[in-house]
């Protein structure tokens, strides 16, 4: 589900496969039209830690991730 309000995008992942859970990222309007037009994410979010770059990608949990592969 996509949640739009004035300049901001809230995304719900996908379930994260290790806990079923999903989380919601939020993102400017662009940032997530960037997204949605599959531009690579790494240019879109550069700033953004690649842990929770996975999590807009997969929907795994950066701590899920963790546990699973250490």
Do not use: N, Y
């Not at 997530?32 to 997969?58: F, G, K, M, N, Y």
């Amino acid at each position: 589900m996509t949640i739009r309000t004035a300049g901001t995008v809230t995304i719900t992942t996908r379930a994260c496969i290790f806990c079923g859970k999903t989380s919601a990222v939020e993102l400017t309007r662009d940032q997530a039209d960037a997204i949605a037009a599959r531009t690579l994410i790494q240019d879109v979010l550069p700033d953004v830690e690649p842990a929770t770059r996975e999590l807009l990608i997969s929907g795994t949990h950066p701590s899920c991730w963790v546990e699973a592969f250490g």
